[in-house]
């Protein structure tokens, strides 16, 4: 069996399309569905059973302790990059995590979890997945910090080399309409286009970045999802390990994919950066992946180009899901 927490996320979700294409569905599923259309990403999937997360921890730790579980794989949490409230982050984002992984150490499952390229902060010290640098690194955020408080514990008590941490960049793709305003510029710009014909990106206040240059490490979630279930399969792979394309595009690159991928000439306009985020603004992102190589991870990335025109006209354009087109 396997438990994928965060299973109706935009990651999660992916990752249980993969395992259903493998033909598994022996996977249990935890997550907090809400009041909103989140439970859509699970209605074409298959698996044994889903648990709110709230009952799922009692549950694993009682319930289940007799049941064989090959993996878990951690995705589960608060990921706004824009939550203020510390605590609650503490306790969704690691205390959560680290029972998980005790439990896991435990039983002899698995245990890949999702740490955040949050977690490099400004990227003055690069983004190179060695944990050597892990407590020199300063999020910019609270969430970035949760994600960094759990690597630091699994390396102080000595069991990070017993788990894979996997650090996502920009990931975008299908399933992502549940997540507000934590939602892709790619979905965000695709329905103002829709709406309005045009898009706005915003202007640079860099002097070394023009207006919509600068730059991000845009991964594909179908992509996402493969780099994940690697480490399923590569149960020697453990530590810190970056999920990016190891390519850095433009805003602007996005833009003219995703004019492409709708058959229209761009029309972009650039507005000013709130000045609130100014200082926490990262103009350049892109994921170190000589260590996944390393380790046996072989799969080709689909370029951004490709992945928009998949993303928009095989699910925005047609309102599916993964797993609807199978």
């Not at 990070?160 to 941490?165: D, F, H, I, S, Y």
């Not at 920009?170 to 992502?176: A, H, I, Q, R, S």
């Amino acid at each position: 069996m396997i438990i994928v927490t965060g299973g109706a996320g935009l990651i999660g979700s992916a990752v249980v399309w993969q395992l259903n294409q493998q033909g598994r569905d022996d996977i249990v599923i935890a997550d907090h569905l809400g009041h909103g259309d989140k439970w859509r990403n699970l209605a074409p999937l298959r698996f044994l059973d889903y648990i709110e997360k709230e009952r799922f921890l009692p549950l694993l730790e009682d319930t289940f302790k007799s049941v064989p579980i090959e993996a878990i794989i951690h995705l589960g949490a608060c990921s706004s990059t824009t939550e203020q409230d510390a605590s609650y982050l503490a306790g969704n984002n690691f205390e959560y995590s680290k029972r998980l992984a005790r439990h896991a150490l435990k039983c002899g499952a698995r245990f890949i979890y999702a740490s955040s390229a949050a977690t490099y902060g400004d990227g003055a010290l690069g983004f190179d997945d060695d944990e050597a640098m892990l407590s020199s690194l300063r999020p910019l955020n609270a969430y970035g910090y949760s994600k960094q408080l759990f690597d630091l514990w699994l390396q102080r008590n000595g069991l990070l080399g017993k788990v894979a941490g996997l650090k996502y960049f920009n990931v975008f793709g299908p399933n992502e309409q549940h997540k507000g305003e934590m939602r892709s510029v790619v979905l965000k710009a695709y329905e103002q286009v829709m709406a309005t014909g045009a898009m706005t990106l915003f202007r640079s206040h860099n002097p070394a970045y023009g207006d919509g240059e600068q730059l991000r490490d845009f991964v594909y979630v179908k992509d996402a999802a493969a780099m994940t279930l690697f480490f399923l399969e590569q149960s020697a792979a453990n530590g810190i390990f970056n999920i990016g394309t190891g390519t850095a595009r433009s805003w602007n690159d996005l833009a003219a994919a995703l004019f492409a991928a709708l058959g229209r000439q761009p029309d972009i306009s650039y507005i000013d950066m709130p000045e609130q985020i100014r200082p926490r603004y990262q103009y350049y992102t892109c994921a170190a992946t000589a260590k996944l190589r390393a380790a046996g991870y072989s799969g080709s990335n689909i370029s951004l180009e490709d992945a928009i025109a998949d993303y928009v006209g095989n699910y925005l354009a047609k309102a599916r899901h993964l797993g609807d087109t199978d």
